[in-house]
């Protein structure tokens, strides 16, 4: 079984601009969630969907935000990019049902702000 | 979520067993441990989740006192590729495994082997 792959898995944007970035869940798994990972504030949720709908969503501003497509693949958004958003993003999957506790995570896109 | 406390760093030589002890003092009935291991730049992976007394897989051991207040990851024979951060986690499955995403990662554990 292919893992979970997130693309691009590395990403320079200057302050200001918008970014997007997609993950795909391993076959047959329905939620996925992100999270951020710096080094001051270790890992952090973002949010979390599963059947195209946000269950759950972390204390992070507007600018942050997602959507989950039919075939489960999701992207996140974050706009008005400010220096503080330089993170490893990281997309998890887990599945197919709500009742599977193990998440499988992806290499993460790296998102250098300048 | 109850609340973890592991060591910030260790230090080991390759084939030592490794034993990363996490403190959860106010884990709660429901509530199962579990532990991810993280390398530089990668996502987590899941290692290894218990509920009481002892779990035990083709990578690691856990043990679980009686009053569940603490828990213990064992790695048998460790190698250099053991050099990872690892993370404790406590928490019911309805949330991480009913609501998937709520992970709440602590500082986690440094592990360094060494030669």
């Given at each position: 079984?292919?893992?979970?792959?997130?693309?691009?898995?590395?990403?320079?944007?200057?302050?200001?601009?918008?970014?997007?970035?997609?993950?795909s869940p391993i076959?047959?798994?329905?939620?996925?969630?992100?999270?951020?990972?710096t080094p001051g504030q270790g890992l952090q949720f973002l949010f979390e969907y599963f059947s195209e709908t946000q269950r759950?969503?972390?204390?992070?501003?507007?600018?942050?935000?997602?959507?989950?497509?039919?075939?489960?693949?999701?992207?996140?958004?974050?706009s008005t990019l400010e220096l503080g958003d330089s993170a490893?993003?990281?997309?998890?999957s887990s599945g197919p049902g709500l009742e599977v506790y193990e998440q499988y995570f992806g290499p993460g896109t790296r998102l250098t702000v300048t | 979520l109850a609340k973890t406390t592991q060591p910030i760093s260790m230090d080991s030589y390759e084939g030592q067993e490794v034993n990363i002890t996490c403190?959860?003092?106010?884990?709660?009935?429901?509530?199962?441990?579990?532990?991810?291991?993280?390398?530089?730049?990668?996502?987590?992976?899941?290692?290894?989740?218990?509920?009481?007394?002892?779990?035990?897989?083709?990578?690691?051991?856990?043990?679980?006192?009686a009053d569940r207040k603490s828990s213990t990851l064992s790695l048998p024979r460790v190698s250099?590729?053991?050099?990872?951060?690892?993370?404790?986690?406590v928490g019911d499955r309805a949330s991480y495994g009913?609501?998937?995403?709520?992970?709440?990662?602590?500082?986690g554990t440094k592990l360094s082997v060494k030669p």
């Open positions: 079984k292919a893992g979970v792959t997130q693309t691009p898995r590395y990403l320079i944007k200057t302050r200001g601009q918008q970014v997007t970035l997609s993950c076959s047959g798994h329905r939620s996925v969630s992100w999270y951020q990972q759950n969503k972390g204390n992070f501003p507007g600018r942050f935000s997602g959507r989950q497509f039919s075939n489960s693949r999701s992207e996140m958004n974050v490893l993003y990281l997309c998890a | 403190s959860h003092n106010n884990i709660a009935t429901n509530d199962y441990i579990t532990w991810y291991q993280q390398f530089p730049s990668q996502g987590p992976r899941f290692i290894i989740q218990g509920y009481k007394t002892k779990v035990t897989n083709e990578v690691a051991s856990l043990f679980i006192p250099l590729s053991d050099t990872a951060v690892y993370y404790c986690l009913g609501s998937q995403g709520n992970l709440i990662f602590g500082k």
